[in-house]
């Protein structure tokens, strides 16, 4: 289980106010691979999500079944994924 970074946690609040908690505690429980990056994966998930809850929902199923595919879709696939993270979500 990955805790959901402080700057992931307050776009998921941004984009889903009173529904955020459900979300983070969604990319809270959510499987990671040892050699996956948490933050990037979550970020991901948020990203291709679009602030729309359904798309959340949508994106977090894909995170588990095909997260490379979901990296991708997010644009987090490339060298650059923590340049565009930082760009999207502020400093760590």
């Not at 970020?43 to 079944?65: K, N, P, T």
Request: charged content about 30%; proline content about 1%.
């Amino acid at each position: 289980m990955a805790i959901v970074s402080d700057r992931v946690r307050e776009r998921i609040h941004e984009d889903f106010g009173a529904s955020s908690s459900r979300m983070v505690s969604a990319l809270e429980r959510l499987h990671i691979e040892g050699h996956t990056d948490a933050d990037r994966l979550h970020a991901a998930v948020v990203i291709a999500s679009r602030g729309h809850a359904q798309m959340f929902d949508d994106a977090l199923e894909h995170a588990a079944s095909d997260w490379r595919d979901l990296l991708d879709r997010a644009g987090l696939a490339d060298s650059e994924w923590e340049h565009q993270v930082r760009e999207t979500f502020g400093p760590a």
